[in-house]
Structure formats: C-alpha cells, structure tokens
C-alpha cells in the first residue's frame, strides 16, 4: 500500500514537474531582421498572440513601446516575444544587434520611477584569449579561448555564457556571442536580455535572460528559438 502511494506520489509529482518545466520554457522570439524571416508563415503561426517590441526615439527614456503585433502595421518591430507572464507597454532599453569581442562593454542602467535610489546599474562585457596563429601568421588568431559574456551589478558578477570558437583559414571568427537587445521587459525594475551563441557560421541559438525576481541570481535562461548568421 505504501509502495503504491509513493509511486502515485512520484507520478503526480513528475507530472506537476514537467508542466512547470514546459511553463517556464514557453517563452518564445522571433527576429525580424534574421534570414530565417521567410519562414514567419502567418497561416502556421498566430502572430497576432505575439508582442512586438518597436524603438521609438533613441533618446527618449522609454524608447521602446511594446504592443500586440499587427502585421498590417507599417511599423517595423524589432523582434516579437511571446510567453512572458507579464510585460510593459514601455520600456528604456537598447538594440545592440551585433556580435561581441573579448574587450567589449556596455554599460546600462535601469531606472527605477519609484524610487531613484533603486536604480540599478548594470556592466555588460566579454571576455577571453586571443590565440595568435604560429610566426604571425595570416589569418593572425587561429580561436577564441574561455570567451565568455559576463555582467556586473552591484556585489554581483555572474557569467552568462562561456564557449570557444575558431576561426575561418580567410579570416574572422566562426560563431561567437551575439547580443540584440538590453532593457526591462517585464516591469520588475532588472536588466533582460536578448542574446545568441554560435559555434559555426551555419545558425545562432537565441536565448532570452529573464530577470530572476528572487535576486539568488541575476537572470533566468530561457532558449527561444534560433536564427540564421549574418
């Protein structure tokens, strides 16, 4: 009796798991500007269910506004989202759109409306060895070793990705760590983000970084779909 309790235990307990599981992955991106666009098939897709994040003025403080997707709009949004359980009509945020080397920072804030005190400053940057090809040789650096994307807050440094990557015998790097978009999304006052990784030049996975609300860490990973490289 008790062996079959614990097993219709475990059962509901997988069940419960995997729903939450499927809940908190079922967040989903689309970019327009990625060569997989052609695939966007509105008969297949219910776009309409999407929001689409469109940049205002770059120097407004909410530069972005956020609303359901109309794809009779001649507005052109930067990318649709689908899945969040809560999201702003506005936004201060930043498309960033582009690949990024060992070196580079960005440095962001996100404002708190509330409380300016509670405004919180956030260091994005990568890291990582450049191994230089043998007697200098073109194409100079043969791959990128421990490249990471790293962000700062505060007491608080978390990695966020790390990978190696090599490059092509005519020059340039094969894949790498691609950051689109910073702001908040959802309204809780913490830095989300768009990003993508690649370790060859065929695709790039995207991952949207959710804040975590608990603070145990800076942000959530949640895989949202994939897009070819450019």
Known sequence: MNIKFLIFSLLIYCNIYSQNLEKENSISVMLMNCYEGSEMDETKIAFSDYFAV???????????????????????????IIGLDSIKNSTNGRWINRKMYPGETIIFSVPNSENEEKSRSYSIYTKGKLIETKNNKFPYFKKIENYELRVASGKTNESIVKMDISSFPSGGFEGGIYLYWVGDLNGDNRLDMLAGTSSNYVGIELIFYLSD??????????KVGSCSSY
């Open 213 to 222: 609300k608990t603070d145990k860490q800076l942000f959530r990973k949640h």
């Open 54 to 80: 469109y940049e205002n003025e770059k120097y407004l403080i909410t530069n972005f506004k956020i609303k359901k997707y109309n794809s009779d709009s001649i507005a052109k949004p930067k990318f649709l």
